[in-house]
């Protein structure tokens, strides 16, 4: 009886609760007690966790759903969050970063988020205002302008695509089998391969494995040291930042940390911090060592951000420097790596597209050199597939989350002050009303006056909040992926079409990772024994 009484009282609470939080959603927009609103469609909630249960992995794939049963926008309330509009058309993403680019420049405040990325003085998650517009104008301009993408990170981008190539050739060739094929799993490597172009331009040094030459140096036998370390911090942080993460949502497991959430993030954000750290250090003593004696198109991003910090110390604190940096690496590695992974993904499974591609880049730069960053404007076929790979699966496919700071119409919806909004660009990217057969893999439809001209294409963002890393993550895509497909001959494992599942998180990644037989072109074999 006692246990049934506690049943309904239990029930009564929530039924209450349910009832206070749907008041102050009517009530709450700042457009005056009473004012009649015209909210977006929303399924069918349950009291206290509203959505929640709607939330499923790949949480993208899940919200493309629920927008073809309520409509391109549509609204949730994920447990303490109380709106959440979710934008999925091009035409209204359109709108959200034109008409609502200011209002919509906010972020939502997120208790992984503050622990994980320096309490929103990271640059993806900081507020709209002075200090966002500071660090915007940092990265823009001191860190990854076209001009300093162009003259310092290209050539590391093109040394670390030459010591990849290196590897797999000594991978083949120690594999013994006729040949000269190996068994490899790219995305290990492929992740080594941003983190040290990153190592190299963020603090002018690389990960032991290549710049010793050794071979296998690394605890997995793949990797270097340092790759692997830094991966292990991304994978135990990363699954903790998507908009899926439900003990964001619930204060009473942050209060009492059932799920040892919290403790997971202090660890490995510990572990990050140290990795930085040394980072920082280094590069502090080298510019100690040699004052001004280095020029500084030529300094490696912590050194022009220490600089500055002597002239303005309040505004490029210590804090704001690890912030930017571990922006730059945690985005900078994951996104990259996971990009190149789908395209050759891909390309496996369409392997005229990739003999298509080998052939322009034989055409286009030969067999007795490799691929070099000037070389990329001329690879128009390679361009098509990074950017049928990017539509396809865009590496954030909610992008980050945007907040409303001010009441705003959104397809002649109201979205109170406050709202977190989503835009799916994973769905827009897959609407089938801009893109003839939407899921299917055809690079040619981004040839000039095709189907792709004039279709919204947002896989790093729109408006003043996009990423500025696109420049840099196009160049480091566009020579890896053209290394490997210039220096190799690629077979699929046993024949068998390559499985393209996804796994949910804050990108969208393979849910197995991508293995692939690797064998040297006859054609290059010279070249890749020079390297």
């Known amino acids: 009886m006692d246990n049934a009484f506690l049943a309904i009282l239990s029930i009564a609470f929530l039924l209450l609760l349910h009832y206070y939080q749907v008041s102050r959603d009517a009530g709450g927009s700042g457009k005056g007690k009473g004012a009649p609103q015209r909210l977006p469609p929303s399924p069918p909630a349950i009291p206290f966790l509203g959505h929640l249960h709607l939330v499923k992995s790949p949480f993208h794939a899940t919200l493309a759903s629920l927008a073809s049963r309520h409509g391109p926008v549509f609204s949730l309330r994920l447990g303490s969050r109380r709106a959440v509009v979710v934008v999925s058309s091009p035409a209204l993403a359109a709108e959200c970063f034109t008409a609502h680019d200011v209002a919509l420049a906010n972020r939502p405040r997120f208790a992984s988020q503050h622990l994980a990325l320096f309490g929103g003085a990271a640059l993806t998650t900081a507020s709209y205002g002075p200090y966002w517009r500071n660090l915007r104008r940092v990265a823009a301009v001191h860190l990854l302008s076209a001009y300093r993408v162009s003259t310092v990170m290209s050539p590391a981008i093109a040394a670390e695509a030459r010591a990849m190539a290196r590897r797999l050739r000594r991978a083949a060739d120690e594999a ?59 994978d135990e942080v990363v699954p903790y930042l998507g908009t899926a993460n439900k003990w964001d949502y619930l204060p009473v497991l942050q209060r009492f940390d059932v799920l040892g959430v919290r403790r997971k993030i202090i660890a490995a954000v510990s572990r990050r911090d140290a990795f930085l750290r040394r980072l920082v250090d280094a590069e502090q003593r080298r510019l100690d060592d040699n004052e001004g004696g280095e020029e500084s198109e030529k300094k490696s991003m912590i050194a022009v951000l220490l600089s500055l910090q002597k002239t303005e110390p309040e505004v490029y604190t210590d804090t704001m420097i690890m912030a930017l940096c571990a922006n730059l690496f945690g985005a900078g590695t994951e996104t990259t790596s996971t990009t190149t992974e789908w395209a050759m993904s891909l390309l496996l499974n369409h392997p005229d597209a990739l003999k298509k591609a080998q052939a322009e880049i034989d055409a286009a730069v030969g067999t007795s050199r490799l691929i070099s960053p000037d070389d990329l404007p001329r690879l128009r076929y390679l361009h098509r597939v990074i950017n049928e790979t990017l539509r396809l699966y865009p590496a954030a496919p909610l992008l980050m989350p945007h907040e409303s700071s001010a009441d705003c119409k959104i397809g002649g919806y109201d979205v109170p002050r406050g709202t977190m909004v989503l835009v799916n660009a994973y769905a827009i990217h897959r609407d089938a009303t801009a893109w003839a057969d939407p899921a299917e893999f055809r690079p040619e439809r981004f040839e000039a006056g095709g189907e792709a001209e004039g279709r919204l294409l947002i896989p790093f963002g729109m408006g003043r909040r996009k990423c500025p890393g696109e420049t840099l993550a196009l160049r480091t895509v566009g020579l890896v992926l053209g290394t490997l497909v210039q220096c190799f001959d690629w077979g699929r494992v046993g024949g068998v079409e390559v499985d393209m599942s996804e796994r949910g998180g804050l990108t969208v990644a393979r849910a197995v990772p991508l293995e692939a037989v690797c064998r040297p072109r006859a054609c290059m074999r010279g070249v890749l024994r020079e390297l």
Do not use: C, N, Y
């Open 176 to 234: 013994g089998v006729p040949g000269g094929g190996a068994r490899v799993q790219l995305k290990r490597r492929l992740f080594e391969v941003s983190l040290s172009v990153l190592m190299e331009t963020i603090a002018r040094t690389r990960t032991t494995s290549w710049s010793s030459g050794a071979v296998g140096a690394a605890a997995d036998g793949d990797i270097s040291p340092e790759a692997h370390e830094f991966k292990e911090i991304v």
